[in-house]
């Protein structure tokens, strides 16, 4: 716990510290490149980039050992993985567009492809007798031994210049994400949009390689942007929330991957963020499983009710166990069911209301007003007081309700 | 049919006679096809300027394809288009576009006021502020499709009815002379339609062109001034009184109307 605490305030030493600021950095640029990603409704084809930029490594190493380098060039094995990521990426978009496969198809083929021809790579370079081909399978799923300062200033101005990107082309993406054909319709350049979405997204994933790996780069760019969407219903909201979770996910994640020997450091942020969506998805208001169970609850309980009070009217007896506990809670019944003051109070009530909607029905054919009687909803809240008093002068006089 | 069937033309070289310079939309010799099989042949039509059309024809006779092909949405296999006599690509501003209701996810985390500022993003670019004249142009292209009470709920609350009328808005906020609207009627209800059908007039009162895709035949004639028919080809064209008969209704739909639908239409038309 101590050593946790040491690493949260970066004082777990000095790796600790560059490891611990560079996957909150990452974090808040996955967050913010995949929320449009997740809304334009393309997750996945963050996975085939993701994988496509395996083979990138492996020929990005073969050429600079050819070039009579030891191949270890951060920069050089990214550049690598980048180029093959593109080409996988357009293959993607050549596919869903030019053939007759869907875009589900493309992203299957060319993420398998791609990543078996990589691990083919790969193998044949372990058996190469040149170049330190030590940790190149560290790309796979990340690794923070023997981060260095180089690594930690590629992720900040990579993710730096990718989230300033995605400020600048929020309204096309939004444009885009929401509603394509009026997008195109508008003059926007859909395919290059797109394009952009997903050159920012395997922006991300090359910068991230080395820290969390291909294999789960896809969840920092997927999972925030879902659990963003539960605590708000704004794009731009969805946007930097989706950062900011990104971003402690990888800050704890990097943190308590620090205080414990062989805990590894890309599995825990993705699980870091995974608690997160969990988290959202059970007690996000409105949209949590929670919130959505009570509402339900609470909308049985006045259907329940108005019931109850429309059974009082006409002077039929209740039967419904809930019906009964809810009249005798509110004290409009008693014990042995019959209606006390109150009950009758609020039964006339609701039978006036009743007879009120009957009215507003006939005098306004408007169904974007009448299509609001479900019952439930007070005629107060839908017409004005003079609608109202209006409906109350062709009811005629009072009647006596039955008791 | 019409009069002279145009040669289908590659890649925009003009066959049939000049577009004309007023017409808000007029195309020629517009080909456009899934596959292999065309979904509309050399089709020829120009609309009137500051009228109300309506494009009629049976399901499946590419009346969506139309205008989606006329926007750019969709490829050409040949033909043009041109908008009060320019290029599409010239006339961007000048064209309001609402389409399908069904065609977008309405779960999207956006909220009403939102949806209708869209409207106003070809006009702020990249780098605009969203000002407080932007905000009162939106608030009031609510207000004339009644839905200003809305502006800041969330548009996944919103009824059928309601969605229709927050795309008219934006198409609205974006100030356009020609609006093109795909089935703006379908599945919304009694006032609603009668809201966007006052609206529609009213733009048209101003001096702007609508056209709509529409499937309700009995509706054309209270709604529209001209109506264009298709069924793949361009089946007739021109102003309601005299081009929505039932001999041309008959041969556009094929067999797919029914005599008695045909017969109390002709009672309609008159």
């Not at chain 1, 990104?246 to 450091?265: C, E, I």
């Amino acid at each position: 716990m101590e050593a946790f605490l040491d690493a949260l305030t970066l004082q777990a030493g000095y790796n600790a510290a560059l490891v611990a600021i560079g996957a909150a950095l990452l974090g808040f640029a996955a967050g913010t490149a995949g929320s449009f990603l997740f809304l334009r409704k393309r997750a996945l084809v963050s996975d085939a980039v993701a994988h496509a930029t395996l083979p990138g490594v492996g020929i990005a190493f073969l050429i600079m050992v050819a070039l009579g380098g030891e191949g270890r060039s951060l920069i050089g094995l990214l550049l690598g993985s980048a180029l093959s990521a593109w080409i996988g990426l357009l293959l993607v978009e050549w596919i869903a567009h030019r053939t007759r496969l869907a875009e589900d198809a493309a992203i299957g083929a060319v993420l398998s492809v791609f990543f078996g021809f990589g691990v083919v790579l790969l193998t044949v370079i372990q058996t190469l007798d040149r170049g330190r081909q030590a940790g190149l399978e560290d790309f796979l799923l990340g690794s923070t031994a023997g981060m260095l300062l180089q690594d930690a200033q590629i992720i900040a101005i990579g993710g730096a210049l990718v989230v300033a990107a995605i400020w600048v082309l929020r309204r096309p993406m939004t444009l885009v994400s929401f509603d394509a054909g009026y997008a195109a319709a508008m003059g926007v350049d859909t395919r290059r949009v797109d394009l952009a979405m997903m050159g920012l997204v395997m922006a991300v994933t090359v910068i991230g390689l080395k820290l969390v790996g291909l294999i789960l780069i896809v969840a920092l760019l997927i999972i925030p942007a879902v659990t963003a969407r539960f605590w708000t219903n704004r794009v731009e909201r969805v946007l930097w929330a989706a950062g900011a979770i990104g971003g402690v996910s990888g800050y704890v994640g990097a943190a308590l991957s620090a205080s414990a020997p062989d805990l590894p450091t890309g599995p825990i942020i993705v699980l870091i963020a995974a608690a997160l969506f969990a988290l959202s998805l059970l007690l996000a208001p409105a949209r949590g499983v929670l919130a959505a169970s009570l509402a339900h609850r609470r909308f049985q309980r006045r259907v329940h009710r108005r019931q109850g009070l429309l059974a009082l009217v006409r002077g039929e007896p209740i039967h419904d166990p809930l019906t009964l506990r809810i009249l005798r809670a509110e004290g409009l019944i008693r014990a042995d069911g019959v209606a006390t003051d109150k009950g009758r109070a609020h039964a006339a009530k609701i039978a006036r209301d009743e007879r009120r909607w009957d009215i507003a029905r006939r005098v306004h054919q408007d169904t974007s007003l009448t299509g609001r009687y479900d019952g439930l909803t007070p005629i107060e809240d839908v017409f004005t007081a003079d609608q109202i008093a209006d409906f109350d002068a062709r009811l005629g006089p009072p009647q006596p309700v039955g008791f | 049919m019409p009069e002279v069937l145009t040669l289908a033309a590659r890649d925009g070289q003009a066959t049939g006679p000049e577009a004309d310079p007023s017409s808000p939309l007029a195309l020629r010799g517009l080909t456009v096809s899934y596959g292999e099989k065309p979904a509309l042949f050399s089709v020829d039509a120009t609309f009137p300027a500051g009228a109300m059309s309506a494009i009629i024809g049976p399901n499946g006779a590419g009346k969506s394809t139309l205008l989606k092909a006329s926007l750019g949405l969709i490829p050409r296999v040949s033909g043009q288009v041109t908008v009060f006599g320019q290029p599409l690509a010239a006339a961007r501003d000048r064209i309001a576009y609402v389409p399908q209701r069904a065609s977008v996810d309405w779960d999207f985390p956006t909220t009403v006021i939102d949806v209708v500022l869209m409207g106003r993003y070809r006009k702020l670019g990249l780098f605009g502020r969203v000002s407080r004249a932007e905000r009162a142009l939106a608030t009031e292209a609510l207000a004339r499709v009644g839905m200003d009470a809305f502006a800041g709920r969330q548009i996944g609350q919103l009824s059928g009815g309601q969605q229709q009328r927050v795309f008219l808005a934006r198409a609205l906020a974006q100030e356009a002379d020609l609006y093109l609207l795909d089935e703006p009627f379908a599945g919304v209800d009694a006032a609603t339609e009668r809201a966007i059908i006052d609206l529609l007039k009213e733009l048209k009162a101003q001096g702007k062109s609508v056209i709509a895709v529409h499937h309700d035949l009995s509706t054309v004639t209270a709604y529209f001034d001209h109506v264009f028919l298709v069924n793949v080809r361009a089946m007739a064209e021109g102003p309601v009184d005299t081009t929505f008969t039932p001999s041309a209704l008959a041969e556009t739909y094929g067999g797919r109307l029914a005599a008695t639908q045909l017969a109390d239409l002709a009672l309609t038309v008159g």
